[in-house]
């Protein structure tokens, strides 16, 4: 039986939430995630995207399917042809994020979770590893009231001991630094408790 990745059935394991494999929905992705039940997933590529074109059409064809409104390439797109992708369960949306300017990416998927109808983001980058766990750890705090050190940690375990350029303190630590709770984007008590792990 095919994964419903739309479902908001509340609190994504931490199990799941650090899996190096999950049910994927679109093949030749890696480390695809729960963030956010429903909401928001992150991922990347099996070898990682080292041409960084991004999702190729199959696969934006297979999330689009699989209910996904959403999808961002964070850092790495350098050569991702972006646009909307049109299947038989609606369409889904394919740009660029950047995990040192999350607040576009923020809003989106505020604009998913008061929109229950809407299916969820995917965020990845070229392995799954460092910026695509960066957008997912600042949207743990934004949405689900984690401390900034809970969601470094939570960055930290999932990434897999992938070594960061100047080490990873360092590197979680200067993404964070852009990063400021919008208090325009709150969340009720119950949407948390719809799509916010424990």
Known sequence: MAADFTARSGAPGHDQMIARS?????????FVRPVLSGVLYRGGFKGGDKARTGLSGSQRKQLCEAGFSAARYIDFGKHTEYGK?????????YAA??????DDVMKELHDIIKNPGTGPMYVHCM???????????MALVQFCGWSEDRAKQYWNEARNGADCSDGCDAWIDHHFEHFKVNSALT???AEQAAICPK
Do not use: E, F, M
Not at 22 to 30: C, E, I, S, V, Y
Not at 97 to 102: A, H, V
Not at 127 to 137: D, E, M, P, R, T
């Open 187 to 189: 969340i009720s008590a």
């Open 85 to 93: 992708t049109s299947c038989s369960s609606g369409q889904l949306t």
């Open 127 to 137: 392995w799954g590893v460092h910026s695509s766990g960066a957008v997912s750890a």
């Open 97 to 102: 994020g950047k995990s040192t300017r999350p």
């Open 22 to 30: 999950n049910p994927t929905p679109a093949d030749g992705l890696a």
